[in-house]
Nanobody, 121 residues
Framework: QVQLVESGGGSVQPGGSLRLSCAASGSIFSIYAMGWYRQAPGKQRELVAGIGSGGSTNYADSVKGRFTVSRDNANNTVYLHMNTLKPEDTAVYYC???????????????WGQGTQVTVSS
């Protein structure tokens, strides 16, 4: 159906930047909302940023002004640009895509495999 492949995680010092990418592939009829979640050790998974099919965005309060979510509809890819990273941003980041596979009448959520982001001096 739909496969998601993430890339771009890694280790960075506080104040640094990273860019995450998530490419969707497979038998896709349409993609709707796309976004990023994260899960730190011992914590629940939380929404970081989302972007609708029309380009509207929403962010967690903790990342507003530092992170930017964007999408490339031609390539079914969603990005997360992370600036001024803080140690509390350390987590596994998961992309999430709401999509309708070809040959199906309903849409569902798909998840990436997760990519580690570590912010430490």
């Amino acid at each position: 159906q739909v496969q998601l492949v993430e890339s771009g995680g890694g280790s960075v010092q506080p104040g640094g930047s990273l860019r995450l990418s998530c490419a969707a592939s497979g038998s896709i009829f349409s993609i709707y909302a796309m976004g990023w979640y994260r899960q730190a050790p011992g914590k629940q998974r939380e929404l970081v940023a989302g972007i609708g099919s029309g380009g509207s965005t929403n962010y967690a309060d903790s990342v507003k002004g530092r992170f930017t979510v964007s999408r490339d509809n031609a390539n079914n890819t969603v990005y997360l640009h992370m600036n001024t990273l803080k140690p509390e941003d350390t987590a596994v980041y998961y992309c999430n895509v709401n999509a309708r596979p070809s040959g199906y009448f309903s849409r569902r959520d798909y998840w990436g495999q997760g990519t580690q982001v570590t912010v430490s001096s």
